[in-house]
Nanobody
Framework: QVHLVESGGGLVQPGGSLKLSCVAS????????TAWYRQAPGNEREWVAT???????LYADSMKGRFTIYRDNAPSTVYLQMNDLKPEDTAVYYC?????????WGQGTQVTVSS
């Protein structure tokens, strides 16, 4: 069974940076494609970025140039480096993997961008 645990959220001023971590445990979790999503109050969950099994990074248009997704294989950790944060980036950020036919989500980490 795969478990995902996010960390690294917090309060940051506009223009600041945060690095989120997603630690994966369980069979094959270190090699699965891993994505970040976010959900702001009153909004639907929104895709942020994906790191494919082959290491290709994909981004939503509004995150390109500001966010970087990358993997650390020891332990199996996927990071989301977020720079030049804006108030509209405020949300709970979730880590996600698809394992077989199952969607696996972490518990989320809150990011608040405010002065």
């Amino acid at each position: 069974q795969v478990h995902l645990v996010e960390s690294g959220g917090g309060l940051v001023q506009p223009g600041g940076s945060l690095k989120l971590s997603c630690v994966a445990s369980g069979s094959d979790s270190g090699f699965a494609a891993t994505a970040w999503y976010r959900q702001a109050p009153g909004n639907e969950r929104e895709w942020v970025a994906t790191l494919t099994r082959g290491g290709v990074a994909l981004y939503a248009d509004s995150m390109k140039g500001r966010f970087t997704i990358y993997r650390d294989n020891a332990p199996s950790t996927v990071y989301l480096q977020m720079n030049d944060l804006k108030p509209e980036d405020t949300a709970v950020y979730y880590c996600h993997q698809t394992v077989g036919v199952a969607d696996v989500w972490g518990q989320g980490t809150q990011v608040t961008v405010s002065s």
